[in-house]
Each structure stands twice: as C-alpha cells, then as structure tokens.
C-alpha cells in the first residue's frame, strides 16, 4: 500500500515536499515514480528514481527538471517529491506509484506501474 501526503495550496514561487509512505512493501526494491493528473488532462509522469539493486539514479522531464528533485529514504521507507519555484501549471492531484523491474523505457509509462497511491492535491495560486 502507498499512502501520498504532502499537497496543499502555495502561492506561485513557493515549495512543497511531498511524501510517500510504502507499507507491505520494501520501496528499494521498487522502481517509484511520481505522476501527476491536471482536470481535464492526461497523467503525466515527473520524476522517477530506480530500485536500488540497478542504482538508484533518478529521472525526469524536461518539463520538470531543475525544480523536481526525488528521493528516497530507506529507513522511513518513503519516497519525497521536492517541488520548487512552483507554478499555477503545476497545480494537479499527485501520485506516487511503484513498480516492478521496470525498464528505463518504462520508467515515464504510467501503464507499467502496478502499485498506487491515492494522490495528493497540489494547488498554486497566481
């Protein structure tokens, strides 16, 4: 089970640490991803970091990359998301979904994760 937290309103600019928290389930032993859903728009992956047995390096769009920053902390067995210099276009429900020896490929590919949390709002007023 995932359980995301951390979403709120902020003013444009501002910062947000958004967390993961993985039960019944070892996170290093998972590729994680974050994912976010606008209303009205398609689920749009932002960041990932792999299983720890492949390195644990991070990825990220473009679109994101800079102000995203994924991490994770083994001991808590969790998954942040740092969110930066936020903007009213990041404004959307966000969530944290793993994954099961996923290829790099598969690493932006919403279908190949098997595991979901319930998301967390993020909302950036201009």
């Known amino acids: 089970q995932l359980q995301a937290s951390g979403g709120g309103m902020v003013e444009t600019g501002g910062s947000l640490r958004l967390s993961c928290a993985a039960s019944g389930r070892t996170i290093t032993s998972y590729d994680m991803g974050w994912f976010r859903q606008a209303p009205g728009k398609e689920r749009e992956f932002v960041a990932a970091?792999?299983?720890?047995?492949?390195?644990?390096?991070?990825y990220y769009p473009n679109s994101v990359r800079g102000r995203f920053t994924i991490s994770r902390d083994g001991a808590k067995n969790t998954v942040l998301l740092q969110i930066n210099s936020l903007k009213p276009e990041d404004t959307a429900v966000y969530y944290c979904?793993?994954?099961?020896?996923?290829?790099?490929?598969?690493?932006?590919?919403?279908?190949?994760?098997?595991?979901w949390g319930q998301g967390t709002l993020v909302t950036v007023s201009s």
């Open positions: 979904a793993a994954g099961e020896r996923l290829i790099l490929s598969s690493l932006s590919d919403a279908k190949r994760y098997a595991y």
């Open positions: 970091i792999r299983r720890t047995e492949t390195g644990g390096r991070t």
